[in-house]
């Protein structure tokens, strides 16, 4: 009223009505622009806010969980699955009224079979949560519990309160190629293995359901739910076999219960594409139960690169007939020591020296073949072929089979801590001491795999595949998404000549009358090599070894490539007389690889070699 007086006065006396008029109408259009302005900031700048805010009130969103896909062998064998199983008890704290909390914590500590304290301390639980939509009670309570709590719900006894399943990831096999299959943490997130590397396909994709509720969060009847379908994850079918999986895992306990290993490494792969048929490492663990030893999670076969010592002899004889220096039948001067100039450490066959019957003098000296060399595994003898080889042309060799870099297994990499081994710059070799040295299996590191690799290539006639584990990938709607195929890693450049004939020969000699006889069985015949590297400890080459037999069958026509790699052999087991087995690829490796080639090829129904001296003729 004041205001209005002043506006019509000036001076202590009344001012013009047209004054006046001028300043109602100034006024009304300010309140007219603040009022416009007011409702574009409601209607035009914040009603997306608002309008969620509207909705935040009076819906609610329940997410409808997809199933993550399974994972299987290559013949359909489950190792990986989800099933949504059991019952959590879930409470919406802000659908219960205040004064019915109490009778509501009583209610269930009753069905749960609480004591009065649990009861008061879920009531001061909703309390604290009365404006939350969610709370989780009991993650998973028994199939009684689940029952009745469904029960007294119907009722209306149990304001707020559901069950909702479980999902869990199952692994039927246990601890069955753990190292492959890998596992999923408690978000339901993998974690190493197939589970990690396929994750996008593996991984469901959610989807949801609005509800309309009322002002305490409860669903209101006859207003329809907005839904969009989750869709499930996609299935991995494996190249593992299921057969020799288990025979790899079965041959590994017996291995390990025999020989007190600190690690073993099995592999078997498919001689002509280069897929993973069985691999198997120790320790394990279960992806059921991961546990917090990362060790035992680590895929070995693939981490951890060795010295391989006389399995990497066959690459150096390899070199040496692709360049024409040398055949099987060439002679070479052997002595079961060799000083090799610059060298102050002898190279020795001691303890494995070429018997006398198989020398053949000249000039008053002893030679042998190189087939004999290698079959015997003659450290001095491989020496002098690496320096006929010389450091370039041996350094090329080994890269060519695909050493000093990773193998390209779909589960390797940076990623899965996939080693590349080690094989030296050609710049830091020396002819005194990398030769002998690297002729003999040392002075470069290798994994498993990669080991298997090259044998591999002498198997199929030179191609270095990339190991591969991922058959394919099927989406729920069964359409293909991904299909792996045999590739090409690199090229070894040797020839099906030098590989299939010449060092195939040679390598079943091995297994014959070498180091490897312990191998020899009468259904099939392997070719293959055995390897005896020391360890180093505390800087220096210790009495521990590392013992392995790497080779693939049958020799003559090749379908699967093994390699056994023993890491330490502590048990003292002794022979039918008596005495004490020593550790070597011989003995410890060997027969472990022999039995799954046996076992594998049987699974596999490839048919027995026929007998020596019997020739297969048709009608």
């Known amino acids: 009223m004041k205001l209005l007086f002043w506006m019509f006065r000036e001076n202590g006396r009344a001012t013009s009505p047209r ?10 259009v300010v309140l007219f622009f603040g009022l416009a302005g007011r409702l574009f900031s409601l209607q035009v700048w914040h009603h997306d806010d608002y309008i969620a805010q509207r909705h935040a009130n009076s819906t609610r969103t329940v997410t409808l969980p997809g199933t993550r896909g399974s994972i299987f062998t290559e013949d359909g064998v489950c190792l990986a699955q989800t099933t949504f199983s059991g019952a959590s008890l879930i409470v919406n704290p802000r659908a219960v009224p205040g004064d019915r909390r109490i009778e509501l914590a009583n209610s269930l500590a009753r069905i749960m079979g609480r004591d009065a304290e649990y009861a008061r301390e879920l009531e001061r639980e909703l309390y604290d949560r009365r404006d939350k939509y969610y709370y989780c009670v009991e993650r998973e309570v028994s199939p009684g519990v689940a029952e009745e709590a469904m029960r007294l719900s119907r009722l209306g006894e149990l304001p707020g309160v559901e069950l909702r399943s479980i999902e869990t990831r199952e692994y039927p096999l246990g601890n069955y190629a753990s190292h492959i299959v890998g596992f999923v943490g408690s978000d339901m997130y993998g974690q190493e293995g197939v589970e990690r590397a396929l994750e996008a396909h593996l991984a469901a994709q959610p989807g949801k359901r609005v509800i309309t509720v009322d002002a305490l969060g409860r669903p209101i009847e006859n207003v329809d739910d907005r839904i969009s379908a989750p869709r499930d994850g996609a299935s991995v079918h494996l190249t593992l076999n299921s057969g020799i999986q288990a025979i790899v895992e079965d041959e590994l306990r017996t291995l390990v219960d025999q020989w007190d290993p600190v690690t073993v490494s099995i592999i078997v792969m498919e001689t002509n594409t280069g897929a993973i048929l069985g691999m198997t490492n120790f320790p394990n663990f279960d992806p059921r139960n991961p546990g917090s030893d990362a060790a035992a999670r680590k895929n070995i076969a693939i981490t951890d690169p060795f010295e391989p010592g006389s399995m990497f002899k066959p690459l150096i004889v390899c070199s040496a007939y692709q360049k024409g220096l040398l055949g099987p039948d060439s ?105 002998p040295s690297i002729s003999i299996g040392y002075e470069v590191q290798v994994t498993p795999l990669q080991m298997l690799n090259c044998f591999n290539a002498i198997a199929n006639g030179g191609h270095v595949y990339k190991p591969w584990v991922i058959g394919r990938v099927t989406g729920p709607d069964g359409k293909m998404l991904y299909e792996g195929k045999p590739e090409v890693l690199v090229e070894s450049g040797l020839s099906e000549e030098v590989t299939r004939k010449l060092m195939n020969e040679t390598l079943k000699g091995v297994v014959e009358d070498g180091t490897a006889t312990s191998a020899h069985i009468d259904q099939y015949r392997i070719a293959g090599k055995t390897g005896t590297a020391h360890k180093v400890k505390m800087g220096q080459y210790s009495d521990d070894k590392i013992c392995s037999f790497v080779g693939y069958a049958p020799a003559d026509n090749p379908v699967i490539s093994v390699i056994v790699v023993v890491n330490e052999a502590r048990a003292k087991v002794m022979n039918k007389y008596g005495w004490r087995i020593r550790h070597y690829g011989g003995t410890v490796a060997a027969p472990t690889m022999s039995r799954i080639v046996l076992r594998s090829l049987k699974q596999l129904g490839v048919p027995e070699d026929a007998p020596e001296g019997l020739v297969e003729t048709e009608e």
């Open 19 to 28: 004054l006046a008029g001028r300043w109602v109408l100034g006024g009304m």
């Open 331 to 435: 002679l070479v001067e052997y002595t079961p020591e060799l000083q090799v100039p610059g060298r102050k450490k002898l190279v020795s066959d001691h303890g494995h020296e070429i018997p006398d019957q198989y020398f053949i003098q000249q000039n008053g000296r002893n030679y042998v073949t190189v087939n004999r060399a290698l079959v015997s595994s003659s450290n001095t003898v491989m020496t002098r072929i690496g320096l006929m080889l010389g450091c370039e042309s041996l350094h090329d060799s080994i890269k060519g089979f695909g050493f000093g870099r990773r193998t390209g297994f779909d589960l390797g990499g940076p990623r899965f801590g996939e080693s590349a081994g080690v094989v030296r710059p050609l710049d830091k070799w020396t002819v005194p001491n990398s030769i």
